[in-house]
């Protein structure tokens, strides 16, 4: 029987897994670095605090996840052309013990049978609204492109000195990056306007990973985000995880299957619900499995990280992977 490490490649390649990979089996994520434990690992449920950016975020009871407050009072940059004025940026000048206090559970994290993967969020684009609201930074990259090509070139500096960081401390095979693209049936920017301004950012930070000896670029975009696979496949992304069942996934699989994988299609909007059943469940994964198919393509939620909103689901759903596992292996 092949580890969860060794399933997961032969899936990607194309090879010869034994098994469907049981969501995010084959992930262990990288926890405790000194930002991230002093940022966005802070918000619970019903909680709210303000990142070292300066965003103010939320998370109200009863909501599948955190975002951001963006009224008056709270919002981060309210002139994208000011906003050298306005910004504030992490320091990450931690002194070494800081780093230090994660390497334990680091170095008991078994390689051979699992990726050791840094958790990296929000992502670029998503700190482009994080900081100024949706419709403020979509209509500043229409109304003001030179001030967001330098707030983007400011953040893609910030990410590239805490990658540097990650690796030099903790040595990831593998990195899971946040960074949602586009709504359930359309991208946020347009092909152009990606491959613009986004795209250039992406080349380098994917680019710098695997330049470290990263083997394994996980990108979680929970949207539409098909009209980019081939920029995404152009700057080092190993698989698209959250890729909505809106994507057509099966086809997408048939035309960028080798080149990329493909982890999701298990719709939380759809199974995450309040009044989900057994046979809700396991009527959706069969569908989704049969459809997609062995190769290059991972069963999972397409939530951000293992768990789900609502109790039982996340673990109804590996059940049922491992019967499908059953009958198509």
Known sequence: MLTKRQNFLETLRGGKPDRFVDQYEALTFISGDPYSAGSYGQLRIGGQFTNGWGVTIQWPEG????????????????????????????????PQEAWDRAKPSVDAIDRNEVFAAAMMAPGVFDMTHYLMGMEGALIAYYEEPEAMHELIDCVTEWELRYAKLICDNYHPDAVFHHDDFGSQISTFLSPAMFREFIFPSYKKIYGYFKSRGVELVVHHSDSYAAT???????????????????????????????????????????????????ELVADYVEKTCRDCGTLYFIPCCTAGGPGTSYSGVYEKVSEEIARMSGLLF
Not at 68 to 88: F, L
């Open 228 to 278: 980019l696979i081939p920029d995404m496949i152009d700057v080092g992304i190993d698989v698209f995880q959250g890729c909505l069942d809106t994507n057509n996934v099966p086809e997408l699989i048939k035309k960028y299957g080798g080149k990329m994988s493909f982890m999701g299609a298990i719709n939380n909007g759809v199974v995450d619900v309040p009044h989900w059943t057994a």
């Open 63 to 94: 909501m599948p996840g955190p975002f951001p407050v963006h009224d008056a009072e709270h919002i981060a940059i309210s002139d994208v052309t000011k906003w050298r004025e306005q910004i504030k940026i992490p320091s990450l000048d931690f």
